[in-house]
């Protein structure tokens, strides 16, 4: 089964920067895209950024100025690179590689990483 996992989160102050990794193991598997995404206490998920597999990426309007989204292919590794962060930028962080699949007669699955908790302290 592919499974992402997070790490690089961590508790930081206004202004600073951190960046996020999102290392995806699992045999025989092609996706989509793989994307980051935030929900913090409260509040709705909230979608950051996606890359595909040759690195087209896409943002939101909200974040394009200050998050970035590379891949590198040959450790499977997506990073999120968060520069100026903000205060309301605290939230827990997920990864999901999207429509995946083990094997080419598979069905397109997405699977999803436990998340990882960015704190950003006035």
């Known amino acids: 089964q592919v499974q992402p996992v997070e790490s690089g989160g961590g508790s930081v102050q206004l202004g600073e920067s951190l960046q996020l990794s999102c290392s995806i193991s699992?045999?025989?598997?092609?996706?989509?895209?793989t994307a980051w995404y935030r929900q913090a206490p409260g509040k709705e998920r909230e979608f950051l950024a996606d890359?595909?597999?040759?690195?087209?990426?896409k943002y939101p309007t909200s974040v394009k100025d200050r998050f970035t989204i590379s891949r590198d292919n040959s450790k499977n590794v997506v990073s999120l690179q968060m520069d100026n962060l903000k205060v309301e930028d605290t939230s827990v962080y997920y990864c999901v590689a999207e429509s995946c699949k083990e094997a080419w007669y598979s069905i397109p699955k997405d699977y999803w990483g436990q998340g990882t908790q960015v704190a950003v302290a006035s």
């Open positions: 890359i595909d597999s040759i690195g087209n990426k």
């Open positions: 699992g045999t025989f598997f092609t996706c989509r895209v």
